[in-house]
Structure formats: structure tokens, C-alpha cells
């Protein structure tokens, strides 16, 4: 009965030992299959946030566009930017103002105020 046992308790080793190795290839084809999902989808989520940092960096550009906007928007309907406006374009002036208009250059342009001519 001695040598039925040694047999036993070597039968029992390999029979562990052939088990940890199936255990061991199994762990070692869950992880490869876990790895062959799991690449793909790490490649994907990094073109993803690539995409995401462009968006937001558009988003940056168009809210300063916007608020650049938004400021000509304010100027341009301003008080100010009318009269400016008006003065230039349109040549009005406030009451006891007089207007100074810049020269052209080889002309004398006297004012409508001077009755004098001017000889050369």
C-alpha cells in the first residue's frame, strides 16, 4: 500500500500541476481577449478626446467672436457712433458750431463766412 500511495500523491501533483496550467492558459486567453476588445476601444476613446479638445478650442474662438461682436454691436448703435457718423457723412453740425473741414491739397477752399477773395 506504500507504493499505491506514493503513486497517488504523484497522480494528485501532476493532476494539480496540469490543472494550474489549464487554469493559467485560461487567465491567459481571457486576458488576450481582453486586451484584443480593449485596444480598439482605447484607440477610439483617444481620437475621441482629440476631437473634443478641437471642439472646444472652436468653441474658445467663437465665444470671442461673439463677444467681439456683440462690442461693434454696442459701439454701432451707440450715441457717439451716430454723431460721428453724422458728421462725417452727412456734414451736420451742432447749433453755434462751426465747421472746420480739412483742406484739399493744390485748392483754396475759403469759407462761405469770408467775402474777401484771396489773390494770388
Known amino acids: 500500500m506504500g507504493r499505491k500511495s506514493s503513486r497517488d500523491r504523484l497522480f494528485e501533483i501532476k493532476r494539480k500541476k496540469t490543472t ?3 487554469r493559467l492558459i485560461v487567465v491567459g486567453l481571457l486576458c488576450g481577449l481582453f486586451c484584443l476588445f480593449l485596444i480598439p476601444t482605447q484607440f477610439r476613446i483617444w481620437k475621441l478626446q482629440g476631437q473634443l ?3 472646444q478650442q472652436q468653441e474658445q474662438e467663437l465665444l470671442a ?7 461693434k454691436i454696442d459701439y454701432y448703435s451707440s450715441d457717439g457712433y451716430i454723431e460721428e457718423r453724422a458728421r462725417e457723412e452727412l456734414g451736420l453740425v451742432k447749433p453755434g458750431e462751426v465747421p472746420i473741414r ?3 491739397e493744390g485748392r483754396v477752399q475759403p469759407s462761405s463766412d469770408n467775402k474777401k477773395e484771396i489773390r494770388d
Open 65 to 71: 467672436k461673439k463677444q467681439e461682436t456683440l462690442e
Open 102 to 104: 480739412p483742406g484739399v
Open 53 to 55: 479638445k478641437n471642439y
Open 20 to 22: 494550474w496550467k489549464r
